[in-house]
């Protein structure tokens, strides 16, 4: 029986409201808390329980969250462990998540959870907790779970929309958001769907969208009582994200002046909100302005990923905006923003030091992404066999960068089989595409499925006493004259970094030998495959399709190889490139154990500067393809085959 003050009580359904921003998502939650206890009380006991949780919120709505949640663990303390005290927990956790502290938070949801497993509340809410310190997969389950107890209640149904449209999936998010609408009650709630609606058009490049969403949301807001206001603040920094990524720095700053009227707010809202405060000066180049306030954002919220990513962004911004300098000094200072350093510039007429994230370059958000893909099924020398699906294997990892993975159409080159010249492979690395288009912050991939000569085959070397070299094998490359004709592995890796402006280059080889002797084998007399040792250079991540004494098998079972059917489905799954990795390398090496009583065991090479990133991040600042580059280059297959094709499963 739960006790307050000594007295056990009886509560039946009590409704506490939470105004303000609970999360990072924008949604306050109503919290419906009911305890089932079988023994009858007074009135006058029931009337003391309801009093505690009315002082609770009535502290919170004066902004006095630390008194509030001070007040619910003298409540708790009484009996910790008692199932009827679940709501306590759950109402404390969305306390301390208005603070910032999110882990606290996350241990009373957990909490509450384990003491009512049966409530969707405290899934929902422990979704939320995951989803601020960036677990996305974790939040979306918990999410799931609580959607599954309670599919009618809108406020769920827009928490999935918010986290699908932070891991790219803005067809689950679109449709969850226009669900949430249908299920509002209150007029007001429906300016976060708007809200939302903007910022998902605006990370889609739907840019002529934002501004009729983002009104519509202004206008409820403006139209909302007082109370409602206070309870809605947190739209205020959808709204004013979503006009930066029109690039509306006018619009943005007057919602921005619009939040800081509205008192009092939590601390995660003012995180937010500075955030964005933050992105805002950016835009204008103002790297000490941004510095101070993303300083100030991440101390409000330091756990929360959201806040730290904005900040880093609105620092690079800044310092392009802002000009250059040369970097003179670099050293870890306190009380920046966590994982960041300070880097002194030098200009002829001044010095400044400033606060930077890093130095990791996969820790910076990514600007835009672009990959060339190439796969040859059939050569021009007669003696090099054909290979059934590697020409299908490279169309269909194209289609899955563009449909899955947010790549826009014609930020992706598929050169297959007669297309995929030495010549024009070169030129697309190295010249005419890759170095045209690409920037520093940006994610570059290339992805090959070829035959891949062995270090013997290069005869030439082994007789001059040198080191042999590993070869690509393009669709007009002579086996008898593979210098000439192909690729050299070793050299193609120093290409790219010398020519490629961008730290984050992803290369896919799914590469074997030549004169496949087995019709399901992509290799031959010598089954070695490419040696990804000699292949990984600093800012680039290599994945090959087996280990060097392996073979690499195409399947029995569907129409493509092995390693590429398991390397899409992977990373469709896990989402980050290396999670993904480990989860194919087993799903990969069980098919071809099974189907070929034989071993297949991919194999990464990481000199990845900075964290893990996933394949399908949508595009931070998306560019349009330059139209002077793209004249100067011959039509690809997806230019010539626009239409997505579907993948077989």
Same mark, same amino acid.
């Given at each position: 029986?739960?006790?307050i003050?000594?007295?056990?009580l009886k509560?039946e359904?009590?409704t506490?409201?939470?105004?303000k921003?609970?999360?990072?998502f ?8 009911q305890?089932a206890v079988?023994?009858?009380?007074n009135a006058?006991?029931?009337?003391q329980?309801q009093?505690v949780?009315?002082? @609770?919120?009535?502290?919170?709505t004066?902004?006095m969250y &630390?008194?509030a949640?001070?007040?619910l663990?003298? #409540?708790?303390?009484?009996n ?10 759950? #109402?404390r956790?969305l306390?301390w998540f208005? /603070?910032?502290n999110?882990?606290? %938070? ?5 909490a509450?959870g384990?003491l ?7 899934y929902?809410a422990r979704?939320?907790?995951?989803a601020?310190l960036g ?5 979306l ?5 609580a959607i599954s107890k309670?599919p009618s209640?809108a406020k769920f ?6 986290v699908n449209?932070?891991i790219?999936n803005?067809?689950q998010a /679109? ?6 609408a249908?299920l509002?009650t209150? &007029?007001?709630?429906?300016?976060y769907?708007?809200? %939302?609606?903007?910022?998902?058009? !605006? ?6 969208k934002?501004?009729p969403?983002?009104?519509?949301a202004?206008n409820?807001?403006?139209s909302?009582?007082?109370t409602?206001?206070?309870? %809605? ?6 709204c004013a994200?979503a006009r ?6 006018? !619009?943005?700053?007057?919602i921005?002046?619009l939040?800081n ?21 950016g835009?204008q180049g103002?790297v ?14 330091p ?5 730290k990513?904005?900040?880093t ?5 800044a310092?392009?905006?802002?000009g250059g300098?040369?970097m003179v000094?670099q050293?870890p200072? &306190?009380n920046n923003?966590?994982?960041?350093t300070t880097?002194?510039?030098?200009t002829?007429?001044?010095t400044?030091?400033? *606060?930077?994230q !890093? ?5 910076? $958000?990514?600007d ?7 796969g040859?099924?059939k050569?021009?020398d007669?003696s090099?066999g054909?290979l059934?699906? #590697?020409?299908?294997?490279?169309k269909?990892f ?7 993975c947010?790549?826009k159409r014609?930020?992706v080159r598929?050169?297959?089989d007669?297309q995929a010249?030495?010549r024009?492979i070169?030129?697309e690395l190295?010249d005419k595409?890759?170095?045209r288009?690409a920037?520093?912050n ?5 992805y ?7 270090a013997k085959?290069?005869?030439?070397q082994?007789?001059k006493?040198y080191?042999?070299?590993n070869?690509l ?7 008898t004259s593979?210098f000439a004709?192909?690729i ?5 890796t120093?290409l790219m970094k010398?020519?490629v402006p961008?730290d984050?280059?992803l290369i896919v080889?799914?590469a ?7 019709a ?8 070695r495959n490419?040696d $990804?040792e &000699? *292949?990984a !250079?600093t800012?680039q ?5 087996s280990?060097?004494d392996e073979?690499?098998w ?8 092995v390693?590429t059917?398991?390397?899409m489905d @992977?990373l469709?799954e896990?989402?980050?490139?290396k ?8 799903? *990969?090496?069980r098919? *071809?154990?099974e189907?070929e @009583?034989a071993?297949?065991t991919p194999v990464?090479?990481d ?9 399908l991040?949508q595009?931070?600042?998306p560019?349009a393809f330059? @139209? ?17 094709s579907?993948r077989?499963r």
């Open positions: 029986m739960p006790y003050n000594g007295t056990p509560v359904r009590l506490m409201k939470l105004p921003s609970i999360c990072s924008a949604l306050a939650l109503t919290l419906l808390c305890f079988p023994e009858p009380v006058q006991s029931q009337a329980i009093n949780l009315k002082q @609770a919120a009535d502290l919170e004066q902004g &630390q008194n949640g001070d007040l663990t003298s #409540s708790i303390n009484y910790p462990k008692n199932p009827n005290f679940w709501g306590l927990y759950l #109402s956790g306390i208005q /603070m910032g999110i882990t606290a %938070a996350g241990q009373d949801f957990e509450a384990t009512n497993p049966n409530e969707g509340l405290c929902m979704g939320m907790a995951f601020a677990n996305y997969d974790r939040a389950a918990d999410m799931n779970v309670k209640e149904v827009f928490q999935r929309a918010y449209s932070l790219n803005y067809p /679109m449709a969850d958001l226009a669900k949430s249908s509002r209150f &007029q007001y709630e429906r300016a769907d708007h809200a %939302a609606r903007a910022v998902v058009y !605006g990370r889609n490049n739907e840019f002529a934002i501004e969403e983002v009104t519509a202004l409820i807001f403006n909302s009582s007082p409602e206001k206070a309870e %809605a603040a947190p739209i205020l920094s959808e994200l930066a990524l029109n690039n509306d720095i006018a !619009g943005c700053k007057q921005i002046d939040a009227s509205i008192t009092p707010i939590s601390n995660l809202t003012r995180s937010r909100l500075l955030a964005v405060t933050a992105l805002w000066n835009m103002k000490a302005e941004v510095t101070m306030i993303g300083t100030q954002a991440c101390a409000l919220a756990e929360y990923k959201w806040v990513a904005i900040c962004t609105a620092l690079d911004i310092q392009q905006k802002s300098g040369t000094a050293q200072v &306190q923003y966590p994982g960041t880097t002194t510039t030098q002829p007429t001044k400044t030091t400033v *606060v930077t !890093g130095p990791k370059a996969g820790d910076k $958000p990514i835009d992404k672009w990959a060339l893909v190439v040859i099924s050569f021009q007669g090099i054909r059934k699906y #590697s020409a299908k294997d490279a269909d194209a289609e899955f960068l563009v449909a899955k947010n790549f014609d930020h598929l050169l297959l007669e010249t030495q024009r070169l030129e190295g595409f890759l170095p288009v920037d520093p940006d994610l570059v991939v290339f090959f499925s070829s035959h891949g000569s062995p085959a290069d005869s030439s082994v007789e006493g080191r042999p070299k070869y094998i393009a669709y007009d490359t002579s086996k593979l004709s192909g050299n592995v070793n050299d193609l120093q010398e020519r961008t984050r280059i080889l799914d074997c030998h030549s004169g496949a002797a087995d399901n084998a992509k290799d031959g007399d010598d089954p490419i $990804p &000699q *292949v !250079g800012g991540m290599v994945i090959c399709s280990k060097s073979r690499s195409e399947s029995k079972r569907y129409a493509n190889g390693f059917k398991h390397l @992977a469709m896990k989402r980050k490139i999670d993904a990795f480990t989860h194919m390398e087993d799903t *990969v090496a098919e *071809v154990k189907d @009583a071993r297949q990464m090479k000199q990845w500067s900075g964290s893990d990133v996933s394949l991040a595009p931070f600042k560019r330059p @139209a002077s580059v793209k004249e100067k280059l011959l039509p690809d297959s997806m230019t010539l085959s626009p239409a997505a579907s077989p």
